[in-house]
Nanobody
Framework: VQLQASGGGLVQPGGSLRLSCAASENILSINIMGWYRQAPGKQRELVARITRDGSTNYADSVKGRFTISRDIAKNAVHLQMNSLRPEDTAVYFC?????????WGQGTQVTVSS
């Protein structure tokens, strides 16, 4: 599976961005689709994920601000990010977990700064 992330950029604090992840295969064939992020000098961390049955989970730091969704027809997963904060600055990665194998897309940079 190939995962192509897009939508990153520079935004002011309080602003919004929408990240997209396009998968080369049916996303329902993948157990869990998720977004991770890695800030400079920090470990990669889970931001949000959505399971095959549509259940969602979020990191505590983004609850109420970020929303993960999917477009099954387009094999895409999106991350709507609102009320962005400087601490959200990181490279964001799309992830697909089949249980026996994990796929990673290339990262997309999100910078929150005034």
């Amino acid at each position: 599976v190939q995962l192509q992330a897009s939508g990153g950029g520079l935004v002011q604090p309080g602003g919004s961005l929408r990240l997209s992840c396009a998968a080369s295969e049916n996303i329902l064939s993948i157990n869990i689709m998720g977004w991770y992020r890695q800030a400079p000098g920090k470990q990669r961390e889970l931001v949000a994920r959505i399971t095959r049955d549509g259940s969602t989970n979020y990191a505590d730091s983004v609850k109420g601000r970020f929303t993960i969704s999917r477009d099954i027809a387009k094999n895409a997963v999106h991350l709507q990010m609102n009320s962005l904060r400087p601490e959200d600055t990181a490279v964001y990665f799309c992830n697909g977990d089949r249980g026996w194998y994990v796929y990673w897309g290339q990262g997309t940079q999100v910078t929150v700064s005034s």
